[in-house]
């Protein structure tokens, strides 16, 4: 099965290493993590870094629709070929045309 199922689990945000004045900590909604596993991919790896604090991307940073891409290449969809009709029946792309799968992990 771990060659069939690809599993995700991604938070929208990352967090501040401070605790705020209500004991929590503030989102840093430029920088989250995702973890990938099966389908396929080469896995075991950590794809980016961040700054020391976690707050800004520094090598390699990874797109929400390259994520996308690459889910969409685990299930044998090709994002630079299928569309689908928006509202107004013109195409869509599922991912934007500059996006592509994560090369690391296909």
């Known amino acids: 099965m771990a060659e069939d199922t690809t599993v995700i689990a ?5 967090r501040t290493p401070q605790i705020n004045k ?20 080469k896995t075991g790896q950590m794809i980016g870094t961040t700054d020391r604090l ?4 520094e090598d390699r940073p990874v797109h929400f629709q390259e994520i996308f891409a690459t ?27 500059k996006y592509h799968p994560l090369p690391e992990l296909i």
């Not at 991604?10 to 990352?14: L, V």
């Not at 929590?24 to 389908?39: I, M, S, T």
């Not at 994002?79 to 934007?96: A, F, I, M, N």
């Open 10 to 14: 991604w938070g929208e945000f990352g």
């Open 22 to 41: 209500n004991a929590g900590r503030d989102h840093w909604p430029r920088v989250c993590n995702a973890l990938l596993a099966g389908g396929g991919m």
């Open 54 to 57: 976690g707050g800004e991307a």
């Open 71 to 97: 889910l969409y290449h685990n299930m044998g969809i090709d994002t630079q070929q299928l569309t689908l009709p928006d509202h107004s029946g013109r195409p869509q792309y599922l991912v934007e045309s």
